[in-house]
């Protein structure tokens, strides 16, 4: 049987066929001299820091490694475990620039050997790795991750605080030869002293001042080099959509948008996007610490979604990301795992609702229909239209609105969140809003606001929800109904509501019946929903009697579920490792676009528990 590889772009070549026709994966070397760079980092430091470890079992390793002996060889091997240890990660995922400075590194050891120690073997070894860095270069190809010159801040933060915790063992790793008792304010003292290369008031015997002096000097060095280098190094930034990126987007939108709920939301303006190579299709991403993050199906012609992928898989190796792809449909999910060989996992289910079936009548239904009688009751009125039919001086005012009722100081929300209201060719999108008379607000008689973007031409998707503190519980669920009555008349026949996380564990584990292992699992995430709102956002949905339509997160491995996960509460906006406001950049706002997925920025206030 003959395999024709020739056309592998259609997908019609089983992934693992393509997989043995390629070749092993390359991912061991990388893997492997990443590792041994982080043991022989660490047993570098001990050498040059515990006086007594060249005596230890450890003495034939120890032997072999660059400067271990005297002051000098205590630093160097120091300044070479550091390296070592910073260079590690980057080796281990295949960054052309690690092995850049592995191979610089690694010729001055082997010459650090053979001068100051005259040990042949230390040098043979240098020489060995540096061969076998050499031998499987063509592996070490990805290109640098995106990256700002304030990076240059965390590590002198980051160091410091390293270089002094490391400079106290340094210091304390000699009691016999310390003059006197110098308390820890001493100890501290010179080691801050030491980093700057001025001698501290700790004094030793011995020639040990000389050691300790050396260590913390190189300490000191590596610090201030190494943020040097990070202030000074040309900045990656993120990529970002463009004006042509986004025309071409919307292209494809009017096209085939009706196909997913979560399409509209790849023109947030703070994703990259890559496109097939017939430009049917694309694929819209965020890339957050190392994870290159897809949301949604791709966006396009389905037959094209293959050609979007691979330029999406590509990219992902060339930076050595790793790709994942959260709240993709069912239809995604098998395109994904059928061309790339990734796994899938089913992460919650999209809460929809069919407007034709939608009614408050029947038992069912009874609690929203009596709360949004009562809120009636009390003034509220409700209006529903499209974004284009407000005139500027509303629609700035519910800009304003919006951004004062955030729950938070961070703009929550990556997969389904939009980040804007009323930007040039989003006049489709729908907003609903609540209203009773209030003299003393700023924003008048506006009490709550809902945004929905469109879902093709007969659909929309929910984006955002916020409301007035001091407005009545309620709001929420008085405008989506408001929106659900009013979709006839705006020609919407679907609307995508909240994604419930988990839903399908929720709703089984409180069944009778339930095994005690899914019983478990629901009380765990009933807890984590203290936090993250799971049960409430489940709960919420069910309100309205929705359809669930299944979403899955994309993945390589296992291990990569927690680094996906942490990925994307980062994009989402609930862990935030940015630089407080006081230091970060005020960098002026795109005219006139203003301007986020584990839970939708829509739901980040608390209005759902107060509802």
Not at 123 to 139: K, M, P, T, Y
Not at 350 to 369: C, I, K, P, Q
Not at 406 to 421: H, K, N, Q, V
């Amino acid at each position: 049987m003959s395999v024709t590889v020739d056309g592998d772009k259609s997908g019609l070549v089983p992934v693992r066929v393509r997989r043995i026709l390629r070749g092993p994966r390359p991912e061991k070397v990388p893997a492997l001299v990443g590792t041994a760079c982080t043991l022989i980092g660490l047993i570098d430091i001990a050498a040059g820091v515990f006086p007594r470890f060249r005596a230890s079992r450890m003495h034939a390793v120890a032997e072999v490694l660059p400067g271990t002996l005297g002051p000098l060889s205590a630093a160097l091997s120091l300044s070479a475990g550091v390296l070592l240890l910073l260079l590690a990660h980057g080796l281990k995922r295949n960054k052309r620039r690690a092995w850049r400075a592995a191979v610089v590194l690694l010729p001055l050891g082997a010459a650090a050997q053979f001068v100051w120690r005259h040990s042949v073997l230390g040098a043979l070894l240098s020489l060995v790795l540096l061969a076998l860095l050499v031998r499987h270069r063509g592996e070490f190809a990805a290109l640098p991750d995106p990256r700002s010159r304030w990076r240059a801040l965390a590590n002198f933060v980051v160091m410091g605080a390293g270089s002094i915790a490391l400079g106290l063992v340094i210091v304390s790793a000699h009691p016999r030869r310390v003059v006197g008792s110098p308390s820890l304010a001493d100890r501290l003292e010179h080691v801050l002293y030491g980093l700057l290369g001025v001698e501290g008031p700790v004094a030793y015997t011995k020639g040990v001042d000389w050691t300790v002096g050396y260590s913390l000097g190189a300490l000191g060095m590596l610090t201030a080099l190494t943020t040097i280098y990070l202030a000074f190094r040309p900045e990656h930034p993120a990529a970002r959509l463009t004006d042509d990126d986004e025309t071409r987007l919307r292209a494809l939108l009017d096209q085939h948008g009706g196909r997913d709920s979560l399409g509209h939301f790849a023109l947030r303006r703070d994703k990259g996007v890559v496109f097939s190579p017939s430009g049917k299709a694309a694929v819209c991403y965020r890339v957050v610490s190392g994870v290159m993050l897809a949301s949604g199906d791709p966006i396009g012609d389905v037959e094209a979604w293959p050609g979007a992928i691979e330029r999406f898989m590509d990219e992902a190796k060339a930076h050595s990301w790793t790709p994942a792809v959260m709240g993709c449909s069912e239809t995604g999910g098998q395109v994904w795992t059928r061309e790339t060989g990734l796994d899938a996992l089913e992460l919650g289910d999209e809460a929809v609702v069919d407007v034709a079936d939608f009614s408050l009548s029947g038992r069912a239904m009874r609690n929203v229909r009596q709360m949004v009688k009562r809120i009636e009751r009390n003034g509220y009125t409700t209006q529903v239209r499209r974004v284009r039919d407000l005139d500027d001086e509303e629609l700035e005012r519910v800009r304003r609105a919006a951004a004062d009722w955030r729950g938070t100081d961070t703009e929550r929300g990556f997969s389904m969140a939009l980040g804007r209201i009323g930007a040039p060719g989003d006049g489709d999108a729908v907003i609903a809003t609540a209203h009773k008379d209030d003299d003393t607000s700023p924003y008048g008689d506006l009490k709550a606001i809902i945004h929905f973007v469109p879902w093709g031409p007969d659909g929309m998707s929910l984006e955002l929800m916020r409301r007035d503190r001091s407005a009545d519980p309620g709001m929420n669920e008085l405008l989506i109904v408001a929106a659900l009555q009013a979709s006839p008349e705006l020609g919407i026949a679907r609307v995508s509501l909240n994604f419930a996380m988990f839903r399908a564990a929720l709703a089984r584990g409180e069944k009778i019946g339930a095994g005690p292992v899914l019983r478990v699992w629901r009380g765990l995430l009933v807890f984590l929903s203290r936090w993250f709102q799971i049960e409430s956002l489940y709960k919420f949905n069910a309100k309205f009697r929705p359809r669930w339509e299944p979403r899955f997160v994309v993945y390589r491995k296992s291990r990569d579920l927690p680094r996906i996960g942490f990925a994307a509460m980062q994009a989402e906006g609930f862990v935030n490792l940015s630089l407080p406001r006081p230091f970060t950049r005020t960098r002026p706002a795109p005219a006139p676009r203003p301007c986020a997925h584990i839970v939708p920025a829509q739901t980040t206030d608390r209005e759902v528990r107060a509802a």
